[in-house]
């Protein structure tokens, strides 16, 4: 038996977990105490761990092992009777999402700041699930919060480290570590939704995929299921080795920070498929020869041909997008038949939704897509869910696009950030803009007449749960919109981000450049929120 130690501590402050769990430099995180600090409040926040399980595991990144070790010892030293980490300290999050569900236990640890950059001089995170295997509530994230507030203890068995090398349980104490491989319940879930005949077929066929894991997570996870189980050649998974600093590099699916994927699409050699995830593997970027499938449009072509794979041949309960993405997955829906829900940004929205059935797929503008199979965006299902669809279709990424916008006519769709604005112009910019809302609609913004306009307000549809100010939306009578809302996942100062939309229905118009369709949607952004003169900026930083 372990000794167990009670450390005195002293309430930590401003420490504040968001949707996305709490993230911070690692040197914070490293900070003497501050990890056991912040491990203690979560556990005080569940009100005990005697007779629980919970899951455990992180992205890899620099202080993953060390912090996993310290959070073993102190669930061993809070009575916790199992804990399931995943093989070196390694899940993806939406395989820890599936763990936690699956083995119905009371929630898990997962240890990742996404697709922030990962070392020493970067950024660490860890983030609270819930038994349902989604980020916790915020009911729940208020209560860890109130607990570091009133820390003055933590408990910590005294013992070595425990060998996480080796699948099999271990004893530490009363408490069961069970190592699991990391990747194998997460393979069988996506055995059981794709035909991965199909797409063996298709790989065997000639048809080539490059998928870039940005030196993260999900590299083991594309090798085993993309190159052992489905068959594509050795290579096919690039960068596939989990690094403690990503290789430098900035672990995000995106076009700016996929610079040798997107290269490699546009060039001479491009394959015939393309996609990328992030540091701890929930989003994704889908790629054709020499087209960039934006996360919007990558939702709406899931959703129209979701059916064709086994898993969701029984049709869709109904679809969800975050309020900024855009509404091309609202025309599908309107096809379909089935309810398009607009909730407001960030995954955890999403959440009762799929729990009462009521969504199967759901998406954002931010390259996340997901279903109701865990309760977590998942990269690897939407590339597998993509290549079930192409298998079956027989057609290139540009056709199905293509075709999906004959059918459902353009959302020309771009979102442009402001990043590291100084905090007081970017809030001053929204106050100005929510006085001007009510006297928008009917007024003529850069040559278009406003239809609407309003501060987007959500009242969740299963627990009447209301949440306010969640963006501001200016909806115009060609149908065009703009969607202004700040950050809640920045660092420095505040990152403005602009949402722009226009929907072309004339297939004669749908090959355009989508920066120079928009131009209109970009002058009146401008006109209406006088960007320039809040921000100091003529230009965003990143346009997606
Ligand atoms: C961003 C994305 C949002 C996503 C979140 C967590 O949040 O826009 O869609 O859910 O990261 O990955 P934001 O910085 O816009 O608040
Ligand atoms: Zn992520």
Redesign the pocket.
């Known amino acids: 038996m372990p000794d167990i130690k009670s450390v005195a501590t002293t309430p930590i402050d401003g420490q504040k977990p968001g949707?996305?769990g709490l993230r911070k430099k690692t040197k914070v995180f490293m900070e003497q105490h501050f990890l056991e600090n912040f491990t203690q409040a979560t556990f005080n926040a569940l009100g005990g761990l005697k007779g629980r399980t919970l899951v455990l595991g992180g992205d890899g990144r620099y202080f993953n092992d060390t912090a996993a070790q310290v959070i073993i010892r102190m669930a061993a030293a809070n009575g916790l009777s199992r804990i399931v980490v995943g093989q070196n300290a390694l899940l993806s999050t939406p395989a820890a999402s599936n763990l936690i569900r699956k083995g119905k236990t009371d929630g898990g640890i997962i240890l990742s700041a996404?697709h922030n950059p990962g070392g020493p001089d970067e950024d660490f995170g860890m983030k609270f699930n819930v038994a349902n295997g989604g980020p916790a509530p915020e009911a729940v994230t208020e209560r860890i919060y109130a607990e570091t507030q009133r820390l003055d203890a933590f408990r910590i068995a005294e013992a070595a480290d425990v060998d996480l090398s080796r699948i099999g349980d271990i004893q530490l104490g009363a408490m069961t570590v069970s190592v699991v491989d990391p990747i194998a319940d997460y393979r069988d879930l996506m055995r059981s939704l794709f035909d991965f005949e199909a797409i063996r077929r298709l790989l065997s066929g000639g048809f080539t995929l490059c998928f870039d894991a940005m030196h993260a997570v999900t590299g083991p996870y594309a090798k085993a299921i993309l190159e052992d189980d489905l068959g594509a050649p050795t290579g096919s998974v690039r960068n596939a080795v989990p690094k403690p600093d990503f290789a430098g590099g900035h672990p995000d699916p995106n076009p700016v920070w996929a610079k040798e994927l997107m290269a490699l699409m546009t060039g001479p050699d491009a394959p015939d498929f393309g996609a990328a995830s992030d540091g701890d593997g929930d989003?994704n970027m889908i790629l054709g020869r020499d087209i960039y499938v934006t996360p919007s449009d990558s939702l709406a072509v899931l959703a129209a041909n979701a059916h064709l794979a086994p898993g969701y041949a029984g049709g869709l309960a109904g679809v969800a997008r975050?309020m900024p993405t855009s509404r091309a997955v609202d025309a599908v829906a309107g096809h379909l038949g089935i309810e398009a829900y607009e909730t407001p940004?960030?995954?955890k929205f999403f959440g009762n939704l799929l729990d009462a059935g009521r969504v199967t797929l759901c998406g954002?503008?931010?390259a996340?897509t997901g279903s109701d199979h865990v309760r977590e965006k998942d990269g690897v299902w939407a590339v597998l869910l993509w290549l079930n669809i192409l298998a079956a279709r027989q057609m290139p990424v540009a056709d199905i696009l293509a075709d999906h916008w004959r059918q459902f006519g353009r959302h020309y769709y771009s979102r442009h950030d402001y990043e590291a604005v100084d905090a007081d112009r970017a809030n001053a910019m929204i106050a100005a803009l929510r006085e001007t809302l009510p006297s928008l609609a009917g007024r003529p913004v850069a040559g278009m007449t406003v239809s609407a306009a309003d501060d987007f307000r959500y009242s969740d549809p299963v627990d009447g749960s209301v949440s306010e100010h969640q963006g501001v939306r200016i909806l115009f009578a060609n149908g065009s919109r703009i969607v202004f809302?700040l950050?809640?996942?920045?660092t420095v100062g505040a990152?403005l981000?602009v949402y722009l939309e226009h929907f072309e229905r004339d297939p004669g118009n749908h090959a355009r450049d989508p920066q120079e369709a928009l131009a209109p949607m970009i002058a009146a952004a401008e006109e209406v929120a006088g960007i320039s003169h809040y921000t100091g900026r003529t230009a965003p930083d990143v346009r997606t």
């Open positions: 949707t996305s996404s989003r975050s940004t960030g995954w954002e503008e931010s996340g809302r950050s809640g996942t920045g990152t981000r």
